[in-house]
Each structure stands twice: as structure tokens, then as C-alpha cells.
């Protein structure tokens, strides 16, 4: 029997059909995106044994009325690098479990390379790892959070291939799978990935990369294959977590394509002909054979249009992954200004929560300003959805001054949203005066956030 997210991910295509064939395409105007509750016998108090294959994860049990998650961000190519040295797991999960953590969220898809046993992306890391430890170290790392009672979901960064010009995924797909701004330019014509002049002058992309462009042809095909070979080679896993599920960000960012300006990303000419195709509408360009930037026609539409392709995308990925491991938990990493995500960046993650298209999502809200920070948690703990929403907190920022990282996590608890998620392990392990009482990572440990 189809579980209740897929028929929800099957009523999205439905209704987004409908809607391309009616033309009813509306628009409203920076790295690094729940159910039952139980408790296992013998593990660490408020942490849910590890579920097996084909079953739903159980989340931790609350520590009286309610106890938020807690996740931890842990970088495949961070200064750490746990999966390449089997031998920190240990510490990291030692770590985890003083920090209160119940959730890791492993990076092991970056740049189009694999971490992890993989016949679809590049596999370089996980067999270099393999050769000199003689082990998969994504399957080892699983099994030892699930013996500590914690949970491990594969984090991935989708759309994004770092700065990685020349990866795999490129040499099967074509360099037309790569964004292309309003200007026409591809992202991998950018001098060291940046915009070129005189645009460098007035912009910035906000995490400079190789973008790929969901609407061009066999992207999220080709990305949709790997992430379900990922789940079906390793169905101990407790979720997939998606990041960079997004068109790339420029600063200062515009609210869509209707007023001319600004820099966005769609542009591609397969990616152009394919939503004429698919709407029956003229655009995005007033005049096709000569292009200007600032003469585009049914914008509305056209920006609609590029956010639909993100959301397909994502629903895409939770058909697949869902069908190959029932009850894996889907979740995305996401912009945490919602009217910036929907206009800039055609990711309208929102519209996923409503939709059931993931089971949760972690807004990064990484900013030096407490105030503004407690301003967008309280907003979240306010919404329809704070049951499925854990706050990212960018506590990195805090090495120096780690009681404000403790102050930020608090303020994430009081919210009301469901969990909190520390980016990252990295930055934790690796502060200044690590070993020091008033590092990070020892006044959050001494002083666990939330006050459990």
C-alpha cells in the first residue's frame, strides 16, 4: 500500500499538471537545508533505536513534555574529515552524545563525488578510503551511531558541484547542464567562478560554484539515480538530507525576473525552449533571437516556471528514495529568508512542507545577530509547520565567544520549533583553545543547549 507521502508527492504532479495545462502560473511578488515517538530499551535516554530497513525511524523520545532534536552537521571535506579517518568516529560520536545530539547529518555527496559505494558518481574518496582502511566508512560510521542509539542521514549537496569544473557527472550530462545567468553566460565561463565585469563591480554570487540547472535535460534524471542508489546500497540509513537544493544566489538578490534587473539563473536555451514547450507561453526573452536581459515577457509565469522545476525535482528524489527504503526520512537544508528562497532562489520549500514532499526542513539560520536570529526561530515556532522545522544555527560563527553560540541554541529551543541542528562538527572539534574550559565545544557540552 503507498504510504501517505507518496501519494502526497502523487497528488503534487496531478495538481502541477493541471496547473502547466491551464497556464495558471501565478508568483506571489546565501552554505550549507515526524511522527510517532519512542524509546528503545538500553539506549541513551531520549535517543530511538536505530530502525530497520523498510520500517519508519522512530524520533527520540521527549524528555518530559517535549524534547526537541538535535542534529549535527559532520563535512565530508572539512579539517576533520571523520569518514576518511574511521578512527575519529568514535570521538565524533562520543562528542554527539555529550552535545545531546540524536541526529548526524554525514556529507557524503560533494562536488559530484561519492563517499560513499557509488557506480553513478565520481566514487574517488570512498575508494581511496576503502584502499587504505579496507572498509566502507559510511556503512562502519552508521553502525556505530546506531549501536550509541543515534541517527545518521546522508547528506548531499544536490545542485551544487563546488568548484569541481571537470566532474564526472558533467562528462555524462554535457556542459548544458551547467546554470546559465540572464546574460547568457554559463557559470563555468565565470573567472574563478565569479561574475565577470563589469557585473563584479555591482554583484556577488553568494557561494560561488558550478550550478546545475534542474530544468536542463537528464540533470534531475541522472541526480535522482544517484541519490537512490545511495539509499538501496546502504538501507541501514535513517534519512537523505538535501542541501543546495536551489538556483544559485547573487547579492544584492532580486525578487524575480518581472522587473529587469538583477542577476538570476534558468537561462539555458534548452531549459528556455522547454518551458515554451511546456506552458504554451512566449519568453522568458521578448525577443528570442537577440536576447536582452531587461526585455523579458510573462515573467510571472517564467519564474514560476524555474521554482516548479526545483519542487520536481525534490518530489522526483522522494518518489525514488521512498520506493527503494520505506520510512526513510527526507529532509533539505533551506534558505532561511522564505520570501528570498521563493523569489531569488526557486526554492520554495514551504510549498514541500505543505505538499508532504519532505518530512522535515532546517532553515540555516546562520547570523552574528541574536536579535534577528530569535526574530526568524519565533516566526518558525509560530508556523503551521514548526513540528517539521529544526533550526540550523551557525554556532561556527561563536569560536571566540562560545556563550553565544549556548545563547543562540536556547533561543532556537524556546521557539517552539522542533529541533535545532549545529553547523558544524568541524568547527566544533577545530576552535581556537579546543582544549580549553571555554572552548565551543566544551561550554556546550558543560552547558548542553536547552538546559536538558
Partial sequence: MPSTLTIARFSFRLSLAASLALFLLTVVSCSSDEASHGEAPGKPAGVAASPEPGTQPTPPAPAGD??????????????????????????????????????????????????????????????????????????????????????????????????????????????????????????????????????????????????????????????????????????ELDGLHLDYIRHPGVLPFVPGSRFGVGIDYGY????????????????????????????????????????DKVTELVAQIGDATSAARPGLLLSAAVISYVDRAYLSLSQDWRRWLEDGLIDFAVPMVYTLDDRLFRYQVEAFGRGADADRVWAGVGVWLFAKKPERALGQVAAARASGVAGDVLFSYDSLVDAPDAKAESSLLRTLVREPPGGE
Fill in 66 to 235: 517535549r524534547a526537541p532534536y538535535r542534529g549535527l552537521w559532520v563535512l565530508c571535506e572539512g579539517s576533520h574529515r571523520t569518514l576518511e579517518h574511521p578512527e575519529r568516529s568514535r570521538a565524533l560520536i562520543e562528542n554527539a552524545l555529550a552535545l545531546g545530539v540524536t541526529d548526524l547529518f554525514v556529507q557524503v555527496y560533494r562536488g559530484g563525488r561519492a563517499w560513499f559505494d557509488s557506480s553513478l558518481a565520481d566514487p574517488a574518496p570512498y575508494r581511496e578510503i576503502v584502499d587504505a582502511h579496507g572498509e566502507d566508512p559510511l556503512r562502519r560510521l552508521v553502525a556505530d551511531a546506531h549501536e550509541a542509539g543515534l541517527r545518521v542521514h546522508a547528506w548531499v549537496n544536490v545542485l551544487s558541484l563546488s568548484s569541481n569544473r571537470d566532474a564526472l557527472l558533467l562528462a555524462h550530462l554535457g556542459s548544458e547542464a551547467v546554470q546559465v545567468d540572464r546574460k547568457g553566460r554559463s557559470v563555468l565561463d565565470y573567472p574563478q567562478l565569479e561574475l565577470p565585469e563589469p557585473d563584479a563591480s555591482w554583484y556577488r554570487v553568494g557561494t560561488p560554484g558550478v550550478y546545475l540547472d534542474p530544468a536542463a535535460p537528464g540533470v534531475a534524471e541522472r541526480l535522482t539515480s544517484i541519490f537512490g542508489e545511495l539509499v538501496t546500497r546502504y538501507p
Fill in 268 to 307: 539555458g536555451s534548452a531549459s528556455r525552449e522547454r518551458f515554451r514547450r511546456e506552458t504554451g507561453l512566449s519568453g522568458p526573452y521578448q525577443d528570442p533571437s537577440s536576447p536582452a536581459s531587461s526585455k523579458l515577457v510573462n515573467a510571472n509565469a517564467w519564474d514560476a516556471w524555474r521554482r
